[in-house]
């Protein structure tokens, strides 16, 4: 059974930090795309940042850029997200997911999911 297990989310001050993880169990091959999108209230799902299985290829939202980093570390079945220079409108439920390809991320769809970890940007 294919879990995605988020945590680091929080509430944190605008012009903050934080990073989020993301812990994936059984999966039975390492060859997944991962994932972040986000969901704001009142909002849709939207894509934030995904890295192909062997992390040389990384795709992160235009808006994002320059502040969210995406990582993973397949040692540990692990991806995570720096968030930099925190804003109120990155307030949000952030879900990690996996993918066969990357391109699927992008395009808004995924084979797993996680639950989500909720980031709340105060202002």
């Known amino acids: 059974q294919v879990q995605l297990v988020e945590s680091g989310g929080g509430l944190v001050q605008a012009g903050g930090s934080l990073r989020l993880s993301c812990a994936a169990s059984?999966?039975?091959?390492?060859?997944?795309?991962m994932g972040w999108f986000r969901q704001a209230p009142g909002k849709e799902r939207e894509f934030v940042a995904a890295i192909s299985w062997s992390g040389d290829r990384i795709d992160v939202r235009t808006s994002m850029k320059g502040r969210f980093i995406i990582s993973r570390d397949n040692a540990k079945n692990t991806v995570y997200l720096q968030m930099n220079s925190l804003k109120p409108e990155d307030t949000a439920v952030y879900y990690c997911?996996?993918?066969?390809?990357?391109?699927?991320?992008?395009?808004?769809?995924?084979?797993?999911w996680g639950k989500g970890t909720l980031v709340t940007i105060s202002s």
């Open positions: 997911a996996a993918a066969t390809s990357q391109v699927q991320l992008r395009n808004g769809r995924a084979d797993y």
């Open positions: 059984g999966l039975t091959s390492r060859s997944y795309a």
